[in-house]
């Protein structure tokens, strides 16, 4: 387990606007404040992928996705349903979810994360965070801190030790509307 110290401090460098790589249900992540455009650019930036794609939000708890997405109801529903394994929801956006988060859609991708470290930096920080995999576009996510550290360097401001949750792969996007899959074992192959 992550030193709770150890998290409070990436928690304050993510709200002055760091960079911090950290373990997931399924690979390192590398995340930032989602209300900071300038931190979130420069996390796409260094990962060479464009702000359009739209980005993960992850949080703790419910309360802290407030004002970013809007459910309906049948979205809340499924929101607060127990999959029992980690699901990303793509979600009615709302008024806090500016473009460079959302890629300028009318959704956003979130996901309640149960994973130790990942939660608890959320909780650290206050806040939801950006959740995107540690790699560059188009190679594979860092499976530990020392890949993250190799791949990325002094580009991250805190590397966040600690196990993925072992799922080898990011996690399934449904969504939340009707429950489709859009990645995961479940979704339809492109051909």
């Known amino acids: 387990m992550y030193k709770p110290a150890e998290l409070q401090r990436a928690g304050e460098i993510i709200r002055r606007g ?11 992540g590398l ?3 989602p209300a900071n455009r300038e931190a979130v650019l420069r996390l796409c930036q260094l990962k060479l992928r464009s702000w359009r794609q739209g980005l993960i939000l992850i949080a703790s ?6 004002g970013w997405i809007a459910p309906s109801p049948a979205e809340a529903d499924r929101l607060a349903g127990d999959a029992g394994r980690p699901i990303t929801w793509i979600v009615s956006a709302g008024p806090l979810a500016a473009f460079w988060i959302t890629g300028g859609r009318d959704s956003l991708a979130v996901r309640l994360t149960q994973h130790p470290v990942a939660a608890g930096l959320c909780a650290a920080a206050g806040m939801p965070l950006v959740s995107t995999s540690a790699n560059r576009n188009g ?37 939340a509307c009707d429950g489709q899959v859009l990645r995961g074992s479940a979704a339809p192959r492109r051909t």
């Open 61 to 66: 708890r419910h309360a802290q996705l407030e």
């Open 139 to 175: 190679h594979p996510a860092a499976q530990n801190a020392l890949q993250a550290r190799r791949w990325f360097g002094e580009d991250l401001h805190w590397i966040c030790g600690g196990a993925t949750g072992g799922l080898g792969s990011a996690t399934e996007i449904r969504r």
């Open 31 to 33: 995340g930032c404040d």
């Open 18 to 28: 760091g960079l911090v790589a950290y373990p997931t249900e399924g690979v390192f």
